[in-house]
């Protein structure tokens, strides 16, 4: 609780300060940090699902707390306040390493943004540009070869319905056998059990199926370290990676991983003006990587 504290007072109390030597970016800050209090028989995945949340976004912003018995009135931090990707503000943004989906409006403007789950180990999304290129109602799944191999059970196709693993929306991508779709199995969002596909709540995937027509363009980035300035301060997010999402899945906690080329690329953001930058903050935010934007600027 110490902890969750010190971080909205850094965000709070930090003075403002803009590097004279840099031209202004673009504000890349979205939402607000919001708290959620436990009810009796919550946990958090429940949380995760009543706040458009995923389960390991949940987990990351609050370290120590047990995800399926978390104590009856204990304060959940929301992941709720983030820096948008850095990546051309144009239709669909997904950002592999948050587990998340921006979707923006013909101004660039940001629209809404939900929590995805993608694939899992050995079984990655492709990165790069692409288009929606076909949408379908209660699509049939057909299982491709490699599907079938691991479970030859499977039928070659299966039809709209209960075990259908694509939901009833999906929106097929320009390359072959990917697609963003929905699910019958809305745990699995916000977590990497995939095989490539991007997978939606129910009530999500409907919602972007509405706004999101044939040729609206798809952009997949894989950034765990996010930087961007808001109202004069720099910011710093970090995600987990990889191994420690799945290190996160089996029991809860990750070891410290650090961040290849973060100091570079704050430096990059600041101007080459480090001795604006507070290098101590920098590491914890590195060590700890709940997915929360703090300001590292003095």
Not at 165 to 182: C, D, F, K, N, T
Not at 192 to 198: E, F, L, Y
Not at 221 to 229: L, R, S
Request: proline share 9%.
């Amino acid at each position: 609780m110490a902890a969750v504290l010190l971080h909205v007072l850094i965000i709070c109390l930090t003075p403002p300060f803009r590097a004279e030597t840099r031209a202004e970016t673009a504000d890349r800050i979205t939402g607000e940090l919001t708290v959620h209090f436990v009810s009796a028989g919550e946990t958090l995945l429940d949380v995760a699902r009543t706040h458009g949340l995923g389960i390991l976004e949940v987990m990351a912003a609050n370290p120590g707390i047990d995800p399926w018995i978390p104590r009856t009135g204990m304060p959940v931090v929301l992941p709720t306040f983030s820096l948008l990707p850095d990546a051309s503000r144009r239709g669909v943004v997904i950002n592999l390493a948050e587990l998340r989906l921006f979707l923006f409006g013909a101004e660039g403007e940001l629209v809404a943004s939900w929590p995805i789950g993608v694939g899992r180990q050995a079984f990655t999304t492709p990165l790069g540009e692409t288009r929606v290129v076909r949408k379908q109602t209660d699509p049939t799944w057909y299982p491709n070869e490699q599907t079938r191999d691991d479970n030859p059970d499977l039928p070659a196709s299966v039809p709209p319905g209960p075990d259908n693993p694509m939901g009833h929306y999906a929106l097929y991508l320009g390359w072959p056998e990917y697609a963003i779709h929905g699910t019958n199995r809305p745990w699995g969002v916000g977590r990497r059990v995939s095989r490539g596909c991007i997978r939606l709540y129910p009530e999500d995937i409907e919602e972007l199926y509405g706004q999101a027509p044939v040729g609206t363009p798809v952009t997949v980035v894989d950034q765990a370290a996010k930087i961007g300035w808001h109202e004069g301060k720099l910011y710093l997010e970090i995600h987990p990676s990889r191994t420690q999402l799945d290190a996160l899945e089996e029991r809860g906690s990750f070891s410290i991983e650090l961040v290849a080329g973060l100091v570079e690329q704050i430096l990059a953001a600041t101007g080459g003006w480090s001795e604006t930058v507070d290098w101590s903050i920098v590491r914890r935010v590195e060590r700890e990587r709940r997915g929360i934007p703090i300001p590292i600027t003095h």
